[in-house]
């Protein structure tokens, strides 16, 4: 049995699926730039910051733009997304997800969300998941994108544990190289052919279990 102290969690991809509204947003500002943008494509940008988004998008469309066209481009894309975040609800919560981050909590283990995202503050309120975290660390308090550990170290550091006493649940290789680059375990949500390196995966986190974590 290890001694887990802390779970940190990313929020799109583990806790919600928010990937499919940035994918309507990304699609939409392709199409009004005159290309397509598959869903395939959208994979890669799982994890990716916003402007790295857009920079990766534009390569696929062979298209240039200025920093301040971006900058604009950026910004049009996360108006329709936000207009479609703020219509969600708990429901959309993945299966299991506010089950097990509260059964870390009813056990002593502290919780932390680390995500890239600046919206994550709007998803929370909107699935009522505000109050499960101890630590709340979003792309507004970070400098270095993943697989920087930084996200991830801020949580740990807020919630006053040791890195080694830390586990990180991530659905992409970018967090999960995070997490260990911070000196984290880490448990993979999705393929293990994807997520090399993490000491567990499984599907969801509906498949997570007190036991399981504290067989890491
Ligand atoms: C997460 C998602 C990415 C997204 C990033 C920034 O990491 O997996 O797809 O680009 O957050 O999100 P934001 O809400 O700040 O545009
Ligand atoms: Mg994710």
Known sequence: MNNIQACLFDLDGVIVDTAVYH????????KELGFDFTEEQNELLKGVSRVRSLEIILEIGGVTKTEAEKEELATRKNAWYVDMINQMRPDEILPGAHEFVQACRDVGIKTALGSASKNSMTILEKINMVD??????DGNKVTQAKPDPEVFLKGADALGVAPSACVVFEDAIAGVEAALNGGMKVVGIGSPSVLKGADLVVSGLSEMTIER????
Do not use: E, Q
């Open 23 to 30: 994918y309507k947003a990304w699609k939409r500002l392709a």
């Open 213 to 216: 974590l504290r067989n890491l």
């Open 132 to 137: 499960l975290f101890d630590a709340i660390i």
